[in-house]
């Protein structure tokens, strides 16, 4: 997994094949696995959001200062490696000590995901 601050456009795009997972709505391409679904309960800028300890074939916008409904954090906007869509950001910092736990996790927001089951049906 590329750091949050590498240039991840030089990176293969990673696919979990058998993994249920998050696909971009726009253009398919993995986000994340399900399994690293932290909580339903956050807001983004479009409406709900995950929060998700990890996510992939995604690049990073530069750091701000952004107030949000739970204080100033320092973030960064996360986009789509495969559309360049922006699909929510990257908890950099968090000034409030009752928010620390959001460092270094990403806020997905709901309606840029599409989530994917692998199911298989059995044929026997």
Partial sequence: MPSPNSDTRVQVVVAYQGHPVFVCAQCATVIALQDELISKAFSGRDGRGYLMQSATNIKLA??????????????????????????????????????K??????????????KENSWQVDES
């Fill in 62 to 99: 530069s750091k701000e200062e952004r107030a949000l409904l739970t204080g100033v954090h320092t973030v960064a906007d996360v986009h789509c490696l495969g559309c360049n869509d922006r699909i929510g950001w990257y908890y950099h910092k968090a000034s409030n000590n009752s928010q």
């Fill in 101 to 114: 736990y959001k460092e270094g996790k990403y806020m997905l927001e709901r309606e840029k995901l599409v």
